[in-house]
């Protein structure tokens, strides 16, 4: 038995709502959708086991889908969490991934806007799929974000 799914969001918790919009909007043509997000009261306690939790943020559209398309899902928590160091090889979420026309430019769009390298920009063939050139770099918040460009 299987269930019927459909991909509809990623989410990213930071300090600064506007900041990391601003750069995926700027960086990848993300588009803001949909109304802003003010979630907090008993449901929404209940729903993250967090007392007076407040959550404020948007929806942005991923770039390349209509508006029914999934979404990176920007929230800022009243009362952060900040025990965050990720990594590459860390368990849990690890990266988001776009594929772009100019590795190379891509990255300095990320550095222009806040952001950073992680690694070396690599190439390499991916047996029975063709040449991948990729590098792993942040968004200013530190999350992990891969460029790959494909070949065949």
């Known amino acids: 038995m299987s269930i019927n799914a459909r991909f509809v969001h990623i989410n990213i918790v930071t300090e600064n709502v506007d900041r990391l919009v601003v750069f995926y909007q700027k ?3 993300c588009k803001k959708i949909g109304s802003d997000r003010d979630l907090k009261g008993k449901w929404f306690d209940e729903a993250t086991s967090i007392p ?5 943020g948007c929806h942005l559209l991923m770039p390349g889908y209509d508006e029914n398309g999934p979404t990176i899902e920007v929230f ?7 025990g965050n160091n990720k990594l590459i090889n860390a368990s849990g979420f690890s990266h988001i991934a776009f594929i772009v026309d100019n590795v190379d430019l891509a990255l300095d769009e990320i550095i ?15 047996n029975g799929i063709g ?5 792993y770099a942040k968004d200013p918040d ?3 974000i891969e ?3 494909w070949k065949k």
């Open 52 to 56: 007076n939790a407040h959550v404020q």
């Open 147 to 149: 460029l790959q460009s």
């Open 131 to 135: 040449n991948i050139k990729f590098v």
């Open 142 to 144: 530190g999350n992990i």
């Open 27 to 29: 960086v990848f043509g």
């Open 76 to 82: 800022s928590y009243k009362t952060p969490y900040t």
């Open 112 to 126: 222009a806007f806040g952001g950073s390298r992680l690694g070396e920009t690599v190439s390499t063939e991916i």
